[in-house]
């Protein structure tokens, strides 16, 4: 079956400092990716996606690359702030069009 | 500009107890989901539904059953609420479009402690 793991968290970073969260997935077929991000309190919401290799997808200066050959989408942030403190989830939606989520990572930003 | 709905937002039952959790879409959504998001694991999908009048299992459906009476609204129903059944849980929708279905758009989940 599908399965997708991501780095473990908490991660705290300083504001502007440069953010990396790994997520690579297993799946048969080709899945389409996604980040979700989860505010305290509240739902999930899309944060980017990718349909198909070598596409990238970004949003509020977040971005991840499909990558084939090495099942990976990697999610970056060149310089973060206090306001992306939430956790974020690698997710991928297979040919039974069902989400199949990550753990989860948790991200604090520290003035 | 309601989205997905989910009510109660809060509950705490007994074990034995029964309740309903609802869940109310406005944007004329044909796929509805069931997650319960428990730490360390994620969200793990219970059951979904992909029309009116239809349900399927997901991959932890046993103890839950859910019920899709209107397009809008997908019940999910703990018959006797066990504590393993404390958890958050989150009802999403998606549209049918052949590029949209694959968004998922979220509600603000409900809290679920079973004692």
């Known amino acids: 079956g599908n399965s997708v793991t991501q780095m473990e968290g908490p991660v705290t970073l300083s504001e502007e400092a440069f953010l990396t969260i790994n997520c690579t997935y297993t799946?048969?077929?080709?899945?389409?990716l996604f980040w979700y991000v989860q505010y305290p309190g509240e739902g999930l919401q899309l944060l980017l996606k990718?349909?198909?290799?070598?596409d990238k997808g970004s949003n509020k200066g977040f971005e991840a690359t499909y990558r084939k050959e090495t099942t990976s989408f990697h999610l970056e942030k060149g310089s973060v702030q206090v306001s992306d403190s939430a956790v974020y989830f690698c997710a991928l939606i297979g040919s039974a069009r069902q989400l199949t989520f990550g753990s989860g990572t948790q991200l604090t930003v520290l003035p | 500009n309601a989205g997905v709905t989910q009510t109660p937002k809060f509950r705490v039952l007994k074990t034995g107890q029964s309740m309903t959790l609802l869940c109310a879409q406005d944007?004329?959504?044909?796929?509805m989901y069931w997650y319960r998001q428990d730490p360390g694991m994620g969200l793990r999908l219970i059951h979904y539904s992909v029309g009116e009048g239809t349900t399927a299992k997901g991959e932890v459906p046993d103890g839950y059953n859910v019920s899709r009476l209107k397009k809008q609204n997908f019940l999910l129903g703990l018959e006797s609420a066990a504590p393993s059944q404390t958890s958050v849980y989150f009802c999403a929708s998606t549209p049918s479009g052949a590029i949209a279905k694959n968004i998922q758009y979220f509600g603000a989940g409900t809290r679920l402690s079973v004692l």
């Open positions: 944007m004329n959504h044909e796929y």
């Open positions: 990718a349909t198909k290799a070598d």
């Open positions: 799946a048969t077929g080709y899945p389409s």
